[in-house]
């Protein structure tokens, strides 16, 4: 019988599964195991190293965004009726490292009596001119200074004052209601912080911030209505 068993397997499984004792398999097993641990080692530190990557990224585009601009919130009532209380704006911190300020500009400086604050106001003088103020009327230059973006004239007079070299004389656009060159003298050119270049928030207020015209109507939406021929022009008045 053992014969015949023995013809019966070799005709039914010519090539019988060898014996493998438990402890081999298990071994067996554990290797398969071992083996799969450095691809799954290698996965983690690449995860790991794309997330750094992205927060390096993450930072130097962070710092330098910070190198050309900056957000500001007005806080008061001094650039009235063309920024208000609350209204967010962009900072240009790049132009006058290549050009000067000009009249008209709006700034954010450090005034020089208030170190570590920010203020916003709006270049009157230039470097070298002779700023003087008659009830309420600007002169420089013994010239009237046209001002479209004043809506009255401010109370008071000041006497001339010379502008000294790397200094500008600044003035609130809502004269009675602004403490400013009249009131503290020249601001240095080293205290300004940059030109005041967009405005963004709320967005009824969306747009550029020009020198010779009241914010209120270079808007986004005055634009908007006066390419797309719309008679809506509130922001405007």
Do not use: C
Not at 163 to 192: C, K, Q, T
């Amino acid at each position: 019988m053992l014969s015949g068993f023995s013809e019966e397997r070799g005709r039914d499984n010519p090539s019988p599964t060898p014996y493998v004792p438990t402890a081999q398999a298990e071994a067996g097993d554990m290797t398969l195991v071992q083996e799969a641990q450095p691809a799954s080692t290698k996965s983690i530190r690449s995860v790991v190293g794309e997330i750094l990557e992205t927060i390096v990224l993450t930072l130097i585009i962070f710092f330098a965004i910070q190198a050309l601009v900056r957000n500001f919130r007005v806080v008061g009532t001094s650039m009235e009726p063309n920024l208000h209380n609350g209204q967010y704006l962009i900072i240009d911190k790049v132009s006058y490292r290549f050009s000067d300020p000009q009249v008209g500009d709006v700034v954010v400086f450090e005034p020089p009596n208030r170190p570590g604050e920010d203020y916003v106001k709006r270049i009157i003088g230039l470097p070298g001119q002779l700023v003087e103020i008659r009830n309420g009327q600007v002169y420089i230059d013994n010239r009237p200074l046209k001002e479209p973006y004043t809506v009255r004239r401010g109370s008071y007079s000041m006497e001339p004052r010379r502008v000294g070299p790397n200094e500008y004389f600044v003035l609130g656009d809502n004269r009675d209601s602004s403490s400013d060159s009249h009131m503290w003298g020249m601001l240095p050119r080293a205290n300004i912080v940059g030109r005041a270049w967009i405005s963004y928030w709320p967005p009824s207020s969306w747009g550029l911030i020009t020198r010779d015209a009241p914010t209120s109507t270079t808007t986004l939406f005055y634009w908007l209505g006066t390419l797309f021929g719309s008679n809506h022009q509130s922001s405007k008045e």
